[in-house]
């Protein structure tokens, strides 16, 4: 079930990647996030109050995956969640497989550069 975790894109990087070699990845978390209607209008109040919630939460996960950053070499690529519940990291293929196997971990996506179509 953590391989799902894993984008396909990035399973396959993982794969072409020496066991020391590092990758910059995406974690999203696995948070209990906005509630009510999908789709409804939201006052700025209630869309504070949800990214709150979705911090919190995120936030929560954070010493645990320390924990597996630290044993595979990996690290944090920001200081906190950012207000979708993902943050950016640095780990080794190993790193990132064990980031996965977490029950807070909702999936894991390759951290990409954004470029504009011609």
Same mark, same amino acid.
């Given at each position: 079930?953590?391989?799902?975790?894993?984008?396909? =894109?990035?399973?396959?990087?993982? +794969?072409? !990647?020496?066991? =020391? $070699?590092?990758v #910059?990845?995406?974690? !999203?978390?696995?948070?209990?996030? %906005?509630?009510?209607?999908? $789709?409804?209008?939201?006052?700025?109040?209630?869309?504070?109050?949800?990214? #709150?919630?979705?911090?919190?939460?995120?936030?929560? +996960?954070?010493?645990?995956?320390?924990?597996? !950053? +630290?044993?595979?070499?990996?690290?944090?690529?920001?200081? #906190?969640?950012? +207000? !979708?519940?993902?943050?950016?990291? %640095?780990?080794?293929p190993?790193?990132?497989?064990?980031?996965?196997?977490s029950?807070?971990?909702?999936?894991?996506? =390759?951290?990409?550069?954004?470029?504009?179509?011609?």
């Open positions: 079930m953590a391989e799902s975790k894993i984008s396909r =894109e990035l399973d396959k990087r993982l +794969a072409t !990647l020496s066991p =020391e $070699g590092k #910059h990845a995406i974690l !999203l978390f696995a948070t209990t996030g %906005e509630q009510g209607r999908p $789709g409804a209008r939201r006052t700025p109040g209630q869309r504070r109050n949800a990214i #709150h919630r979705v911090r919190a939460d995120a936030e929560q +996960a954070l010493p645990e995956i320390d924990r597996v !950053l +630290a044993r595979f070499g990996g690290r944090r690529l920001a200081d #906190h969640v950012n +207000a !979708l519940g993902s943050l950016p990291v %640095e780990a080794t190993a790193g990132i497989r064990a980031l996965a196997a029950d807070r971990v909702k999936a894991i996506l =390759e951290d990409q550069q954004i470029s504009l179509l011609r």
